[in-house]
């Protein structure tokens, strides 16, 4: 977004928006369309998708912590695939939308999808948490 109202990764315990009004005027119109309404970014468009950057993901919409740069993974699905979060930063919820069963991925913090885990990622953890680029932001290692 670019403008001063955008939470950091540091920032993430500041007040969050609380309507759906508010979360429409802090986010994107893409972002809103992904976070709130359950989205998806076409394939290989994501700002992200060979980010190589080390530091960590944190949501978009709330700043949350959720991803370690090194959890980052070239998955060949054309979305940032990583194979483990940071403990408790999200949230797992069964997804049968679209006539498939699949595992959405939340942030903990916000309750803002994500995208979806599967069990076809690399060992040690078999993960593969599919995002969105526009669900995340990356605060680089200084």
Known sequence: MGDDKKPTVRQAHREMPKTEEEWKKALTPEQYKILREKGTETPFSGKFLYEKGEGVYGCAACGNPLFPSDAKFESGTGWPSFDKALLG????????SGGMERTEVICARCGSHLGH?????????????????????LEKKK
């Open 89 to 96: 930063a999200v949230e797992l919820r069964p997804d049968r």
């Open 117 to 137: 885990v599967f069990d076809d990622g690399p060992m040690p953890t078999g993960k593969r948490y599919c995002l969105n680029s526009a669900c995340l932001e």
